[in-house]
């Protein structure tokens, strides 16, 4: 019978299929290390409120990962959610027709929507976040990789040209006692050139740039928290945030969290009826998107 992969044959095959001297580094194990971290936090915006007897993991996958699920009722589980295939739409190109899959039943499902099945979405289009998860996973692991390469090459102190080895240890020797808060350090002559000591060409921890790249790897959490609906700080502003930038800023942060709640409870009022009750959900946002905390300047 054909069904999709469970979740952990799934991860194996991902884990198989991974190349991680790809430039873009989508397909590589930091990458699933961030979009393992993405999807908790993502799950942490919205409370399903799915009933008791259902897998919260296989749910959330279905709704976030796949986007969509169908409640359908099968004979050993009674009304239960399930992948399913499109048979065919309605009018407005909607699923109509469409059959349930799972390894546990004796045979495929068949229903029509909104006579004895529903399906539950969470976007307009039937696809879930998977795409968006990726890409902001795929920038964390970009930013963590440049900020390993770059405490790696900044962990020089300094460095200086030398003519034999003779002459490195004896700068060695010059910089160890140096280090050591010594106020006098005679040398031997053949250091200095025209008079003057042997210029450093670098000085490795002038390269260091730790601290824009921690800054860079919260502007890509940030920018995702606004995307699916966490409130957070604006921490490129130093000034206080007048009220209306407030507004702003809380209307961005919740506009597709509430799309996405709006097209669930939706779905769960479909579902209600068309079990007559027996399963009856409510979706809620675990966030409150008024101004919590901080000043604000009114204008």
């Not at 993991?57 to 699920?69: I, K, L, Q, S």
């Not at 495929?108 to 909104?114: D, H, P, R």
């Amino acid at each position: 019978m054909s069904r999709p992969y469970d979740m952990v044959s799934q991860q194996y095959i991902d884990t198989l299929n991974m190349q991680p001297s790809d430039v873009h580094g989508v397909r590589n194990i930091a990458t699933d290390h961030n979009r393992r971290y993405l999807y908790q936090v993502l799950y942490s915006v919205f409370d399903l409120g799915i009933p008791k007897q259902w897998r919260k993991g296989y749910v959330r996958f279905w709704t976030f990962t796949a986007g969509a699920y169908a409640v359908m009722y099968t004979n050993e589980f009674g009304w239960v959610p399930m992948p399913f295939a499109i048979e065919n739409t309605d009018y407005f190109f909607f699923p109509h027709q469409i059959t349930g899959f799972n390894a546990h039943l004796k045979r495929e499902v068949t229903g029509i929507v909104g006579i004895n099945c529903e399906i539950v979405h969470i976007l307009d289009d039937l696809f879930g976040l998977d795409q968006t998860i990726t890409e902001y996973a795929a920038r964390l692991s970009n930013v963590d990789k440049a900020f390993d390469v770059n405490l790696m090459n900044s962990s020089f102190a300094l460095t200086m040209p030398v003519e034999n080895d003779k002459q490195a240890q004896e700068i060695k020797r010059v910089y160890s006692k140096a280090t050591m808060g010594f106020p006098f350090i005679p040398v031997i002559k053949n250091l200095f050139k025209n008079g003057r000591p042997m210029p450093l060409i670098e000085n490795a921890k002038n390269n260091f740039a730790g601290n824009e790249i921690h800054q860079a790897r919260r502007a890509v959490v940030n920018d995702f928290l606004t995307e699916i609906g966490v409130r957070n700080a604006n921490y490129e502003k130093k000034e206080r945030l007048n009220s209306m930038e407030v507004s702003e800023n809380n209307d961005q942060t919740s506009a597709q969290a509430r799309v996405i709640l709006d097209n669930l409870n939706d779905c769960y009022d479909r579902v209600r009826e068309v079990t007559n009750g027996e399963i009856d959900m409510v979706a809620k946002l675990n966030y409150n998107y008024e101004f919590i905390g901080g000043d604000t300047d009114e204008e």
